[in-house]
């Protein structure tokens, strides 16, 4: 009987057990790959947002570990605007207010009526701002559809009634859970007067060596003093940077990894127990095999090679399950856009790396202990 033979007879020698451990394997793997699609698909849809808009940068205020907190003068938009390479540049107002309905609160953007931004919003119901309304307000897709407002309803706000003129859908999953207004009316809403959040940057297209150029507004902008020659204290980024450091982005990788890590510890105790158990079963047979001539190492490499196979079988069911829970997920509207089975390639690798961890980790030290057996006292076990 050839190796390769004689490893997959033991691995079938005990079925219900190696379902039982594939399974376990497959839920581990389902989890990591799963969630870390989840949370990638959030990512890519942040910053296809800002693409979708042209948007090259991001400047907030220095410093802050919210960039929800940051707090800047919109008249700063004008020294922006000045420097060279700058093409246009967007001013936006995000905070949370309670809408009827809702438990928790809503977030709510506030741009100016001639914003670039609306650009990339598909207004598929109603109209966009205009600069004569009073108490008007946009919903996104997944926010109307919650609240099951249409064109002409009124939804409280902070209180007060707003008249509903328009439903935007973006390409980004937060924004269709979001509300938009004016920016002076957000401004006064939150008693904030003449200062917004962020400003998004859009660099000129036909710059030359735009990399460079990326680096020098950047300075430039960070640079920038009030009239008594103080620094504004202002951090721009680029928009891969800015997403990614983004609050809500660090904190659901970080949720995801230690939720796969933990899947990951119990699939890798079930492969441990399986192996030892495994082990212990074949013992007299280890014992012949190291009689008849079989080296140590031959004796390592057969035990974890069953491992590997079982973490191998085992991630492949997992992609599968996570491919299928994605999918579900999708279904439901408040979901929707944000893992959307956007599971890639690299995402799936990383699935099989740790299902291949699952197994070294679990095999190594039955394979160790197999190992070193000495084979008389292996051929007398009971």
Same mark, same amino acid.
Request: aromatic content about 6%.
């Given at each position: 009987?050839?190796?390769?033979?004689?490893?997959?007879?033991?691995?079938?020698?005990?079925?219900?057990?190696?379902?039982?451990?594939?399974?376990?394997?497959?839920?581990?793997?389902?989890?990591?790959?799963?969630?870390?699609?989840?949370?990638?698909?959030?990512?890519?849809?942040?910053?296809?947002?800002?693409?979708?808009?042209?948007?090259?940068?991001?400047?907030?205020?220095?410093?802050?570990?919210?960039?929800?907190?940051?707090?800047?003068?919109?008249?700063?938009?004008?020294?922006?605007?000045?420097?060279?390479?700058?093409?246009?540049?967007?001013?936006?107002?995000?905070?949370?207010?309670?809408?009827?309905?809702?438990?928790?609160? !809503?977030? %709510?953007? &506030?741009?100016?009526?001639?914003?670039?931004?609306?650009?990339? +919003?598909? #207004?598929?119901?109603?109209?966009? =701002?205009?600069?004569?309304?009073?108490?008007?307000?946009?919903?996104?897709?997944?926010?109307?559809?919650?609240?099951?407002?249409?064109?002409?309803?009124?939804?409280?706000?902070?209180?007060?009634?707003?008249?509903?003129?328009?439903?935007?859908?973006?390409?980004?999953?937060?924004?269709?859970?979001?509300?938009?207004?004016?920016?002076?009316?957000?401004?006064?809403?939150?008693?904030?007067?003449?200062?917004?959040?962020?400003?998004?940057?859009?660099?000129?297209?036909?710059?030359?060596?735009?990399?460079?150029?990326?680096?020098?507004?950047?300075?430039?902008?960070?640079?920038?003093?009030?009239?008594?020659?103080?620094?504004?204290?202002?951090?721009?980024?680029?928009?891969?940077?800015?997403?990614?450091?983004?609050?809500? !982005?660090? %904190?659901? &990788?970080?949720?995801?990894?230690?939720?796969?890590?933990?899947? +990951?510890? #119990?699939?890798?105790?079930?492969? =441990?127990?399986?192996?030892?158990?495994?082990?212990?079963?074949?013992?007299?047979?280890?014992?012949?095999?190291?009689?008849?001539?079989?080296?140590?190492?031959?004796?390592?490499?057969?035990?974890?090679?069953?491992?590997?196979?079982?973490?191998?079988?085992?991630?492949?069911?997992?992609?599968?399950?996570?491919?299928?829970?994605?999918?579900?997920?999708?279904?439901?509207?408040?979901?929707?856009?944000?893992?959307?089975?956007?599971?890639?390639?690299?995402?799936?690798?990383?699935?099989?790396?740790?299902?291949?961890?699952?197994?070294?980790?679990?095999?190594?030290?039955?394979?160790?202990?197999?190992?070193?057996?000495?084979?008389?006292?292996?051929?007398?076990?009971?």
């Amino acid at each position: 009987m050839v190796f390769p033979e004689f490893v997959l007879k033991n691995v079938l020698r005990r079925k219900f057990r190696t379902v039982l451990t594939t399974v376990g394997v497959a839920v581990a793997i389902a989890a990591v790959v799963a969630l870390l699609s989840i949370t990638r698909g959030y990512e890519r849809s942040s910053k296809a947002a800002y693409s979708l808009r042209g948007v090259d940068m991001v400047v907030t205020r220095a410093q802050l570990a919210n960039h929800a907190t940051s707090s800047l003068d919109e008249g700063i938009v004008k020294k922006i605007e000045q420097i060279p390479g700058v093409e246009r540049v967007a001013m936006s107002l995000l905070n949370s207010v309670s809408i009827e309905g809702i438990e928790g609160g !809503v977030q %709510i953007m &506030g741009w100016p009526v001639d914003s670039f931004a609306f650009n990339s +919003l598909k #207004v598929v119901g109603g109209r966009g =701002l205009q600069r004569d309304d009073v108490q008007v307000v946009m919903l996104g897709t997944t926010l109307a559809e919650q609240l099951g407002k249409r064109i002409g309803d009124e939804v409280e706000i902070e209180r007060k009634p707003y008249k509903v003129v328009g439903i935007f859908e973006s390409n980004n999953m937060l924004e269709d859970r979001k509300a938009l207004i004016k920016l002076s009316d957000l401004q006064e809403m939150m008693d904030q007067p003449g200062h917004v959040n962020r400003f998004e940057i859009a660099l000129d297209k036909n710059i030359p060596n735009r990399e460079a150029s990326m680096l020098q507004v950047r300075k430039a902008v960070e640079g920038l003093t009030d009239e008594e020659s103080k620094p504004l204290g202002l951090l721009a980024q680029q928009t891969k940077d800015f997403v990614e450091g983004d609050n809500q !982005v660090r %904190i659901a &990788g970080a949720m995801a990894w230690i939720t796969s890590a933990i899947a +990951l510890i #119990v699939g890798a105790i079930g492969m =441990l127990n399986t192996m030892i158990v495994s082990v212990l079963e074949r013992t007299q047979e280890i014992g012949i095999l190291r009689a008849i001539g079989w080296r140590k190492t031959r004796i390592i490499r057969m035990i974890m090679v069953e491992a590997f196979s079982l973490s191998i079988f085992g991630a492949a069911a997992g992609t599968l399950l996570a491919f299928a829970l994605i999918s579900v997920l999708t279904r439901f509207p408040v979901a929707q856009r944000f893992g959307s089975g956007q599971m890639t390639l690299d995402i799936v690798a990383i699935g099989f790396g740790m299902s291949l961890l699952v197994g070294l980790v679990g095999g190594a030290y039955p394979a160790l202990r197999g190992a070193s057996l000495p084979p008389t006292e292996a051929l007398r076990y009971e």
